[in-house]
């Protein structure tokens, strides 16, 4: 794509997670009773995250519920997501929870926002909604205990309520009685209950730096791990949590459940044998060891963070797009190397730089645009020289679209329909004409945000005409007048958010507030 047609195309909380499981049973549970295992019933959930507040916005709640619902569908669940849902919408979406749960089985609800403690009863609160006082909150916010009544009104086999309303309420600060985190929370009589908190009552659990809260991360990752049981989840959770803050935030969970359920059946995996003792002696002729792999991931002392990708081959290129991007040939990447997971952000920009040239403002977290790539080189020469490591650099156009495709020969890294693309970029469909903070959007399946939308990346080529021939490690044309630029945008359409269309005819100090950049980071 030519310089005139790419230019065409760009026309809360407090802290404290909880959970609470509960059994409807005809008694009380009793300490030490009997597991009874429970059967894999049918399973419903209702996921809501609530970010954009007019006082307090925060960054990760729908990335949570996104992320929340992604895992329990996975897992067997009928999942009703809703993302910054006001208070009648909530409601609303509980009462139909509470109907569905009528015909049995596991019921689990989930909230990732803003939560309060007003006179020791906690409440979630929505979007949209005009509360200044503490009197306000029972009449405009959604009472977390009416959840759990509306669950166990349909006397359902399980019910589950994850409540991840952490990070700081501030809105909340002038206030009489309220108190840091939630208030302990249990069930009513005569059902058996596991309640599990992100942090202990009263305090405040952390937001997260990344896409998730900690809270939320752990448990994704533990909802999936086969043959567990529940109340072990969250033991694993809490470990992991408390390793992560250095015990600044410790999980704590009651339990009085008498049946077991696991998110996923199956064996658990084995943890490796331990070594052998005594003296052990090997006889025999044996090769050298072999050198150690490089780590999955690897952030640097700005906060970037990148994923490795590992050598391989793929088609380059498209017959079903524009003529540049034709022929498709066969390119092999023959070293690893690390791609930044995220588009560079405007507060990495600003660290390096002391200065931040982006049209669009307002978030640390938005990707920097509006650079020219001979701004970005200048960029590297003082990343590389911080970090006394020259090896940070643009990735070539041939590693970008390996990156992009994730091992895909279809036009997106998800498949070739349009309609999902909302899903994994921002594009002119869906951005509303501006950036918005990475990692909003679902990565591909290398665990890379963005590549398919939000700002137009550069790349390191000479723009040039593509070979037929088979190629190992393209650098493209040994000169030119204009470099590539790579990826979809705000401003782009989806047919120009593929993963091989190709911007060329871009001078070396052009700029646009469409355009940004990520990083590599060669395996050494």
Known sequence: MHTGQWRGHIRVSLGLALVVLSLTLPGQAQEGARRVPLSTPQRTALVIGNSQYSTGPLRNPVNDAQDMADVLKRVGFTVTLLADADQQQMETAVEALSQQLRRGGVGLFYFAGHGVQVVGQNYLMPVRTSITA????????????????????????????????????????????????????QAGTGTDTLIAFATLPGQVAADGKERNSPFTKHLLQQLVVPGVPVEEVFKRVRTAVVQETGGKQRPQDWNASTQEFRFVEGVPPQPPSPPATGPQVAVGVYPPPTPSEPSKTFRNSLGMEFVLISAGEFMMGSNNGESDEKPVHRVRISKPFYLGQYEVTQGQWQAMMGQ?????????????????????????????????????????????EYAARAGMSTAYSFGDSERQLG????YWDNAGAKTHPVGQK??????????????????QDWYGSYTSAAVTDPQGPSSGSSRVIRGGGWGFIARSCRSATRGGSME?????????????REVR
């Not at 990565?443 to 990346?457: F, R, S």
Request: hydrophobic content about 40%; aromatic content about 12%; charged content about 30%.
């Open 134 to 185: 503490e009197e306000d909150v029972k009449y405009k916010a959604v009472a977390a205990g009416w959840v759990l009544d509306r669950m166990e009104a349909a006397r359902n086999t399980l019910n589950i309520l994850i409540l991840d309303a952490c990070r700081d309420a501030p809105f909340t600060r002038q206030w009489r009685s309220t108190t840091q985190g939630l208030a302990t929370m």
């Open 356 to 400: 931040n040239p982006s049209q669009f403002k307002g978030d640390a977290m938005l990707p920097v645009e509006n650079v020219s790539w001979e701004d970005v080189q200048e960029f590297l020469r003082r990343l590389n020289a911080r970090e006394g490591d020259p090896t940070y650099r643009l990735p070539t156009e041939a590693e970008w």
């Open 423 to 426: 899903e994994y970029a921002w």
């Open 442 to 459: 679902k990565p591909n399946d290398w665990g890379l945000y963005d590549m398919q939308g939000n700002v137009v990346e550069w790349v």
């Open 508 to 520: 070396p100090d052009f700029r646009h507030d469409n355009l940004g950049f990520r990083l590599l």
